[in-house]
C-alpha cells in the first residue's frame, strides 16, 4: 500500500531536508557551511547585488550570521571543498559532485562538433591559446589574460572572445573554477585546481543521472519526478529511470500527498527523510533558494504563487525589484524587497507584504529577523519604505 503524507507533513519534510530546523547556538563556522553545501548540494550564483550575492544567502537563512569569508574559503585554493559547474545554473557544489557532470560535459562538446558555424568550431586556435596560457601562467580571471580579442563587444554582457573562449572551455570541462575574485571567475585547468583522484574519475550517464537525483531526492525529502529532475537540470526520461532504480531499491518510497493530484504528482520520500512534528524555521529566503526556485513546488508545498520581477518594467511590479520570500515556522507567510545601502550603512525594506493567512506576529518576528540580517551585514540602521500591507506593522515593531 502506498503510504499517505499529510500536506503539512510534506512541508516540514522538505524544510528540514534543505537543513532547516538545525539552527545551534554557537556561531556557525567552516564544518558547518561544509556540513550543510554537502546536505543541500549545491549554492545557485547569481550576479543581482542589490541586497546580498545569492549564494551566500542559504547558509544565512539555515544556519544564521556567519562570515562570508569562511566560505569563500571553501571554494578556492588547493584546500577547497567545493567547486563550481553548470548544476542548477551556475552553482557552487562539492567537488566530489563535479565529475557526475562528465555526460554533460561531452554534450557540450558534441554540440559545438555537431555545427560548424558555432563560435567553437571558428575559434579553435583561441581555444587552444587560452589553455597554453593557463598552462603556463596558472589560473586567471578573463580579465587578466592578455590578447587582442580581450575586449567587450558591447555593453557589460557583451563578452570578449578570450571570455567566451574561457566559457566554452569551462562547460566542457578543459576548464575549471578557481574560485572568484571580486565575483569574476578565475579559471584554471584541472590538474591545477582538482584533488588528483577527481581528474581521471569516469562516471557513465545512467550511474551519474542515478546519483544525481539520489542526491536530489535526500536534498528535496520528498517531492515529484519534476522536483528530482529539476534539481539539476535533467532531462525526464533519464532522470525517471533513475528514480525506478532508487526506488527498486528501497532508497526512494512512493507516497501519496494529498493535493498533489495527477499521474504528473507522484510523489516519493527518501528513505533517509526526517519527519518533523514541528518546524520553527525564521528567514527570509533568496529568490534562488531552492525551497523556491521551482515555482510550481513552492505553489504545491506552501500555496505560495512567487515571480521574481527584476526583469519586470518597474511599472508593472507587483511586490517590488528583489523580493525575498518570508519563512515562518513552515509556511512562508510573506516577502520583503531588500535593498543593501552599504555606502549609509542602511538596510532598506523597500515593500513588505503578508500573505492572506499569515499569523498575527508576522510583523514581530520578521523585525528581529530584519535586525538579525542587519547585524549579518554590518549596517547600523533600518528603514522601512511605506508600500505593503505589512509595512506599517514592521515599522511599529522597529521603532
Known amino acids: 500500500m502506498v503510504q499517505s503524507v499529510s500536506p503539512t507533513l510534506a512541508r516540514r519534510i522538505a524544510l528540514a531536508a534543505q537543513g532547516f530546523g538545525r539552527r545551534s547556538a554557537a556561531t556557525p563556522g567552516i564544518r558547518q557551511l561544509d556540513a550543510l553545501v554537502n546536505r543541500i548540494e549545491l549554492l545557485q550564483i547569481?550576479?543581482?547585488?542589490?541586497?546580498?550575492?545569492?549564494?551566500?544567502?542559504p547558509a544565512f537563512s539555515r544556519l544564521g550570521r556567519y562570515d562570508k569569508a569562511q566560505l569563500d574559503r571553501l571554494?578556492?585554493?588547493?584546500?577547497?571543498?567545493?567547486?563550481?559547474?553548470?548544476?542548477?545554473?551556475?552553482?557552487?557544489?562539492?567537488?566530489?559532485?563535479?565529475?557526475?557532470?562528465?555526460w554533460?560535459?561531452?554534450?557540450?562538446?558534441?554540440?559545438?562538433?555537431?555545427?560548424?558555424?558555432?563560435?567553437?568550431?571558428?575559434?579553435?586556435?583561441?581555444?587552444?591559446?587560452?589553455?597554453?596560457?593557463l598552462a603556463d601562467k596558472g589560473?586567471?580571471?578573463?580579465?587578466?589574460?592578455?590578447?587582442?580579442?580581450n575586449r567587450r563587444s558591447g555593453p557589460w554582457w557583451g563578452w570578449s572572445d578570450v571570455?567566451?573562449?574561457?566559457?566554452?572551455?569551462?562547460?566542457?570541462?578543459?576548464?575549471?573554477?578557481?574560485?572568484?575574485?571580486?565575483f569574476e571567475r578565475v579559471y584554471g585547468l584541472p590538474e591545477q585546481v582538482l584533488p588528483a583522484e577527481l581528474l581521471g574519475r569516469r562516471v557513465d550517464s545512467a550511474t551519474a543521472h542515478r546519483e544525481l537525483i539520489s542526491r536530489a531526492a535526500?536534498?528535496?525529502?520528498?517531492?515529484?519526478?519534476?522536483?528530482?529532475?529539476?534539481?539539476?537540470?535533467?532531462?525526464?526520461?533519464?532522470?525517471?529511470?533513475?528514480?525506478?532504480?532508487?526506488?527498486?531499491?528501497?532508497?526512494?518510497?512512493?507516497?501519496?500527498?494529498?493535493?498533489?493530484?495527477?499521474?504528473?504528482?507522484?510523489?516519493?520520500?527518501?528513505?533517509?527523510?526526517?519527519?518533523?512534528?514541528?518546524?520553527?524555521?525564521?528567514a527570509v529566503l533568496s529568490p534562488f533558494d531552492p525551497v523556491v526556485w521551482e515555482r510550481a513546488r513552492?505553489?504545491?508545498?506552501?500555496?505560495?504563487?512567487?515571480?521574481?520581477?527584476?526583469?519586470?518594467?518597474?511599472?508593472?511590479?507587483?511586490?517590488?525589484?528583489?523580493?525575498?520570500?518570508?519563512?515562518?515556522g513552515d509556511t512562508i507567510v510573506g516577502r520583503v524587497d531588500l535593498k543593501n545601502d552599504r555606502q549609509s550603512g542602511v538596510l532598506r525594506v523597500q515593500a513588505a507584504w503578508s500573505e492572506p493567512d499569515a499569523p498575527s506576529d508576522t510583523a514581530a518576528r520578521l523585525a528581529a529577523v530584519l535586525q538579525e540580517t542587519a547585524a549579518w551585514q554590518g549596517l547600523d540602521e533600518i528603514e522601512v519604505v511605506e508600500r505593503g500591507n505589512l509595512a506599517a506593522g514592521l515599522t511599529a515593531e522597529l521603532r
Open 46 to 57: 547569481d550576479s543581482v547585488n542589490v541586497f546580498e550575492r545569492s549564494h551566500y544567502l
Open 163 to 182: 571570455k567566451t573562449g574561457l566559457e566554452v572551455l569551462f562547460r566542457w570541462g578543459d576548464v575549471v573554477s578557481a574560485g572568484r575574485q571580486r
Open 218 to 282: 535526500r536534498a528535496h525529502g520528498i517531492g515529484t519526478a519534476k522536483d528530482f529532475a529539476d534539481y539539476f537540470r535533467l532531462k525526464s526520461v533519464p532522470a525517471l529511470a533513475g528514480i525506478r532504480e532508487l526506488e527498486d531499491a528501497g532508497e526512494l518510497i512512493p507516497v501519496e500527498v494529498a493535493g498533489w493530484d495527477g499521474a504528473s504528482k507522484a510523489a516519493w520520500l527518501h528513505r533517509d527523510a526526517r519527519l518533523p512534528r514541528s518546524m520553527d524555521a525564521a
Open 75 to 102: 571554494t578556492s585554493g588547493r584546500e577547497a571543498r567545493f567547486t563550481e559547474y553548470w548544476a542548477h545554473e551556475a552553482s557552487l557544489l562539492p567537488l566530489d559532485s563535479w565529475p557526475l557532470f562528465g
Open 104 to 133: 554533460r560535459m561531452q554534450h557540450y562538446r558534441d554540440q559545438a562538433a555537431g555545427a560548424p558555424d558555432s563560435w567553437a568550431a571558428g575559434n579553435r586556435p583561441m581555444l587552444d591559446w587560452l589553455l597554453a596560457e
Open 139 to 149: 589560473p586567471l580571471p578573463a580579465s587578466a589574460i592578455e590578447h587582442d580579442a
Open 298 to 328: 513552492a505553489l504545491r508545498l506552501f500555496d505560495f504563487h512567487y515571480r521574481i520581477e527584476i526583469y519586470t518594467p518597474q511599472p508593472k511590479r507587483v511586490f517590488g525589484y528583489y523580493v525575498l520570500p518570508v519563512l515562518l
